[in-house]
């Protein structure tokens, strides 16, 4: 097994000034998004008498112009639509479009379709998990700037993260026709559906990436993490034979059980002075956390047996409150969607269409599915051409901000004694338990840590 | 057909749906109609492991991808990245992509997998919205970039070679 080496961290936070001068600056991923709607993200902590007295947390959500953008657009109109808000999890969105547009519209895909939309999800959380296991997570665990440096180290670990990041980048473009905007979606099901020979060759790059996900699993084991545990609400889709992907109920792990047409009963949005996003609170209750963890935690009983002793050989327990751990988790659940498409290539049958017929009508449709980051929640109402009258997005990120901020209101109070410098970097990691989708909610951290009136800023 | 152009693969980066985005895609297409090639042509959204993939094992790679307008619409820029990372400015900000073109390249050199010499054709846009058109001048470049490509781009002298 390979053996890791922690790196004396030489904290910096070099950016690219005005003339573009100075290295690149720290991990940032760009996402496939527009330039002009691109928000600037940013993290305020207040501390006064070594005691910290505020966190603020300040994200950009696109999602907005999008609900207002595809008002009088057609029903069939919203996957690709919704695609485009992040280049990241474009299937999330185009599962959570299709089907509230075919709740609203009355129908329902099954059989092999079913198992199709399941198949390319599979597809994204691997590419989602992947990018952000070995590329942003593994440096900050191992006191790398970013993954460039962490390959210079440790040539191997990152090539294999590349190949398997690559096998689920093949898997969305196979089913989806194109790997960044999937244009091969539809509501009702697909435009074209592969045959079974393509099927079958398509199953060998999966038992390669079978290996691979399991060397990722040990490799985000032997991380370092931080003795710190909180006492969440984990919210997530719960389905009676499946880990969830694309139906089921919401669950909490403290009593929540309830439909997804429901979800604006149980929780709500406020706005908060701080930033553009709304802070999504369960009603009466407050903070929840969605995402990898949630789900692993109400859900272990759904992983595969290989999964679950994956899990084991980890350290993991059946449930996992320290939010470091969810790089663990999501290479866990990386192996269980390796399997999962592996599992639906072998049994795949061709059907005989590849959608089904959709007759516009008005009504009303929910959706809940499992974007790699947590639930993505869609609310539309149709009229009786099939036009869209409102439209709704809850996406993850703005629904785990509250915990984010809680988090680092206990976090940084543990590290009060730490400079600045490395305040940030540790908060920098704190914040990246939780993979913010950074088109979604933030661009990229500019973090600003105001001890009693002394400031400094990260930019 | 030489040597070095066998070893060669010129890849068009950008979206086609996305204005000026589409210019790297656009020199692809041309330089593929034009047929009898002799060097491999492919198209890439510029997602950093497909990217990686498509220049490992050639020798030279030709990059062609959209840049941030800085006064002259269409201009091309030619940048040699064999030896030293690519002006970071030019690249990231409005960059489409998921992972930059400058990250690509940097980690395919710390893998030891990037080509002995790395051209980057760079052309200024200025648009770059889902569904704009393509700016009438960088649509007059994309002629130039592939002209330049097939009869110069063999006697660009690289860092590497100097």
């Known amino acids: ?42 993290l305020d902590i207040k501390i ?57 519209l009355g129908v329902s895909v099954d059989g092999p379709l079913r198992e199709l939309r399941r198949m390319i999800y599979c597809g994204e959380w691997i590419e989602s998990h992947v990018l952000h296991v070995y590329m942003l997570h593994a440096p900050d665990f191992l006191g790398y700037e970013d993954a460039i440096r962490l390959a210079k180290d440790y040539p191997d670990v990152v090539k294999k993260g590349l190949h398997l990041k690559k096998i689920g980048n093949e898997l969305v473009t196979f089913l989806g026709g194109r790997e960044i905007h999937p244009i091969n979606v539809k509501v009702g099901g697909f435009y074209k559906v592969p045959s079974k020979k393509e099927m079958k060759d398509f199953s060998e790059k999966l038992k390669v990436a079978l290996e691979l996900a399991q060397e990722m699993v040990a490799f985000s084991a032997q991380m370092p993490f931080p003795d710190f545990e909180q006492d969440y609400e984990y919210v997530a889709n719960r389905h009676p034979d499946e880990y969830p992907f694309n139906e089921g109920r919401i669950v909490s792990n403290k009593g929540m059980d309830i439909d997804i047409s429901e979800f604006y009963d149980y929780f709500e949005e406020r706005h908060v002075e701080h930033s553009t996003s709304l802070h999504a609170v369960i009603k009466g209750r407050g903070a929840y956390h969605v995402g990898p963890l949630a789900r692993y935690s109400l859900n272990y009983d759904k992983l595969s047996p290989l999964a679950q002793e994956a899990a084991r050989k980890a350290d993991l327990e059946a449930t996992c409150y320290n939010p470091f751990k969810s790089i663990v988790v999501r290479s866990v659940e990386t192996l269980w969607a390796v399997e999962e498409a592996l599992r639906i290539a072998d049994a795949y049958e061709m059907p005989d269409q590849p959608s089904i017929k959709i007759e516009p009508r008005s009504g009303e449709g929910h959706s809940c599915t499992e974007a790699p980051r947590g639930i993505l929640y869609h609310r539309y109402r149709l009229d009786d051409e099939g036009k869209i009258v409102d439209a709704k997005i809850v996406p993850p990120t703005s629904q785990n901000q509250a915990v984010i901020e809680n988090d680092l209101y206990h976090f940084v109070e543990k590290f009060i004694d730490l400079d600045d410098e490395k305040l940030q970097w540790k908060c920098e990691q704190a914040v990246r338990n939780y993979d913010p989708c950074i088109s979604c909610s933030c661009h990229f951290l500019r973090m600003k840590v105001d001890r009693d009136g002394v400031v400094s800023e990260t930019k | 057909m030489t040597e070095t152009q066998r070893k060669t693969v010129v890849i068009g980066i950008g979206n086609a749906s996305c204005g000026d985005d589409a210019v790297g895609v656009q020199v ?59 002006p970071a400015e030019l690249f990231s900000h409005y960059s489409t992509h998921s992972f930059g073109l400058v990250e690509s390249i940097e980690l395919a050199r710390a893998l030891g997998e990037l080509p002995l010499k790395v051209l980057v054709i760079g052309i200024e846009g200025g648009q770059f919205e889902p569904g704009d058109e393509m700016s009438e001048q960088v649509q007059s470049s994309i002629g130039k970039a592939v002209d330049w490509i097939l009869y110069q781009s063999e006697n660009y002298s690289y860092a590497e070679s100097r």
Do not use: W
Request: glycine content about 8%.
């Open chain 1, 1 to 42: 097994m390979l053996e890791l080496k922690l790196l004396d961290r030489r904290v910096k936070f070099m950016s690219v000034d005005e003339n573009g001068n100075g290295a690149t600056k720290r991990r940032k991923i760009k996402v496939n998004y527009m330039a002009r709607v691109e928000g600037e993200g940013g």
């Open chain 2, 28 to 86: 692809a297409r041309q330089l593929k109609e034009k047929g009898n090639l002799e060097m491999a042509v492919v198209e890439e959204s510029g997602e950093p492991t497909s990217l990686m993939a498509a220049m490992k094992g050639y020798e030279r790679v030709i990059l062609v991808d959209a840049i941030l307008g800085h006064g002259a619409l269409g201009a091309m820029h030619m940048i040699d990245a064999s030896k030293s990372p690519l």
């Open chain 1, 48 to 104: 006064r008498d070594n005691k910290v007295s505020d966190v603020k947390l300040h994200i950009f959500e696109p999602p907005r112009f999008f609900e207002a953008f595809m008002r009088e657009r057609m029903y069939s109109e919203a996957p690709d639509i919704t695609a485009r808000i992040c280049g990241i999890c474009p299937i999330a969105y185009q599962m959570s479009s299709c089907h509230a547009m075919e709740q609203a």
